[in-house]
Each structure stands twice: as C-alpha cells, then as structure tokens.
C-alpha cells in the first residue's frame, strides 16, 4: 500500500485544493487501469491511497510547477 498524505498546517481551503488534485490522479489512474486508488480529505489533511497487489511496484514522478491565478472584474462590463 501506498499512501500519500498532504498536511496543509491547518489550512482546510489548501487541504481541499490537494483533494481536487488527488482526485484528478485517481481519475487518470482509472483510465489508465490502475485498480484499487482512493482520496480522502479531513479538515486540513488530504490524502491519497494506492493499493498495490503484491510483487507490484508504484513510481511516483514529481514535476514542480508554479500557477499564477488572475481575477477580471466581470462587473466593470456592465454600464
């Protein structure tokens, strides 16, 4: 068993972001054929398990990336 848990220091907006991305691994997982995976999310924690049968191995690749998030002001359209 795999399991990756993110403590995000109590923090529950972060913890549920990590959540929205496990269950993102999980669904490409699914699609890919990989079995048993499950997310969770607990106040400021999330995490996501990998069951691996056995003789089995799991890689994990860490790619680092940066995300920049802009907010327009929809009502300054509006006369």
Request: aromatic share 8%.
């Amino acid at each position: 068993m795999v399991n990756l848990t993110i403590d995000a220091s109590d923090d529950p907006v972060m913890a549920a972001a990590w959540k929205r991305a496990f269950d993102e691994v999980k669904a490409r997982a699914w699609m890919e054929g990989v079995g048993s995976i499950s997310t969770g999310l607990d106040d400021s924690q999330a995490w996501l398990v990998i069951e691996v049968p056995p003789n089995e191995k799991v890689f994990l690749n860490v790619y680092p990336a940066n995300y920049t998030v802009t907010i327009h002001n929809a009502a300054s359209l509006l006369e």
